[in-house]
């Protein structure tokens, strides 16, 4: 485990990075809620309460990992500038139609695994076992949520 005594240059680089996987939460989250907002159409049921769903497990994430970040003895960011200027994410339109927002948000995954990805590979280098196993399970049900956006996206007509 990581403590303030053996903290090392690589331990630091996995709470960087951890810390750029809470902003990106954070945009996605509030992607999120954008869309449950303003979807509209055929699909508004559906996917209101899709986008409900994600959101909400999203807020979970964002409290594990900036506990997992306090657990390595550092600090998460907190401040929505910090948030905007660190995430790889960015903010989407209000007014985007359903077939957009799926886009966006398979976009938005594709960018979070490879967040996560990184990070595991670094938490590996540093036997930082509850950082990899936390993102571990992360990563499969996002590459799940994903395939769902997916086969919702190819059943759209062009």
């Keep these: 485990m990581i403590t303030e005594k053996n903290k090392s240059n690589e331990a630091v680089t ?9 902003a990106d939460y954070h945009l996605y989250y509030q992607k999120l809620r954008n869309f449950h907002w303003n979807v509209k159409g055929q699909n508004f049921f559906d996917l209101h309460n899709k986008f409900e769903e994600m959101y909400n497990d999203s807020k979970i994430k964002i409290d594990e990992i900036a506990e997992r970040i306090l657990t390595l003895r550092f600090h998460p960011v907190s401040n929505l500038s910090d948030y905007l200027e660190n995430s790889s994410l960015r903010e989407s339109a209000s007014n985007l139609r359903d ?23 670094l938490a590996n280098n540093v036997k930082d076992e509850g950082t990899v196993d936390l993102l571990s399970s992360y990563i499969a049900q996002l590459e799940k949520n994903t395939w769902m956006l997916e086969a919702w996206s190819s059943n759209q007509p062009s």
């Design 14 to 22: 996995v709470a960087k990075e951890l810390n750029t996987l809470l």
């Design 99 to 121: 077939d957009q927002m799926m886009t966006a948000l398979i976009k938005d995954n594709e960018l979070l695994l490879l967040q996560m990805r990184k990070t595991i590979d």
